[in-house]
């Protein structure tokens, strides 16, 4: 059934943190590659060839609906998954730059642009915030990939030569986990969560994930072994939480899973590369088995939503 409004048009955010989650997953397939002879390199390339046409795509449909009408931008700020989606996407274009680090390609301007798309990102939404009225203003996990988004920056910066940018970076993403952490708490104290919004706890995973990246890069393996256990633990509760996330059936939240278990896998890489052993790569085997089908499930999924769209209507995306 062909639909009344072109594709382009009713693009959604919601894209955004598949994409993020597709690209972690290869970059996982990658890493595993170095540490376990058996698995080769090329499935890793293959996926991030994959994952990287695929994040294309949507931002080239996104950049048309932009153009063809900009307010669009900020009707689309209207929903906390749709801000999270536009993080999303200056997050992945951090992360496309390490995918890139092998070919030498332009990767500079690549890692530029996705930190200043993620500062452009982070004042939108703060405006979006603004705007809201006082009633509506509340932290929710969504606002880890907004405001702690730059802590992405270490992964491909220090590989780059941007050292003390990578430093800024991360310490100024770990100011906004501290509030963003605080205030999601105190909120949730008080609202329940609702059902629909459920899976998006398993966010929760990611910035504790993305420390232990970035400091691993930075060389500080004192706070790399923090995070890296504070990330297991938190994964052990989370799977206790599963099936009270998973009440709610199917929304376009479910993508709230892909970037937080990809993040998890390859803290496990970095960790059998530093020698930390069995545990850790008995993580690189659950991160694959569990993370590839559950994230390229939801890759196929979020396409055919979005072909019929499905995914545009359950995620409240704005129509250019």
Known sequence: MLLETPLWRQTPPAAFPVCLGFMSLALGWRGAADIIPWISEDIGNLMLAASTGYFIWFVGFYLRKLLSRPS???EDMQSPPARAGIASMAMAMMLLAAALLPLGVSVPLVWWTGV??????????????????????????????????????????????????SQALIWAAMVAYVIVTAGILLTFRRD???????????????????FALGFGTLGNHELFLWFYRAGDVMLVGLIILLPWMLRGGYTPVWASFTFPIAAWLNVQV??????????????????????????LYLVYRTVMEWVTGDLARDSHAATA
Do not use: N
């Open 270 to 295: 970095m960790a059998v590369a530093t020698g930390h052993g069995t545990m850790a790569l008995t993580g690189v085997y659950a991160g694959l088995a569990i993370g590839t089908p559950v994230i």
């Open 192 to 210: 329940p969560l609702p059902r629909a919004l459920r899976p998006s706890v398993m966010i929760f995973l990611a910035p504790v994930c993305l």
């Open 116 to 165: 200043v798309m993620q500062i452009l990102a982070s004042a939108i939404v703060l405006h979006a915030i603004w705007q809201d009225p006082p009633e509506k203003r509340h932290f929710t996990t969504f606002q880890y990939l907004t405001f702690v988004g730059p802590v992405l920056g270490p992964i491909a910066g220090v590989p780059l030569g941007y050292v003390w940018q």
């Open 72 to 74: 669009v931008l900020f």
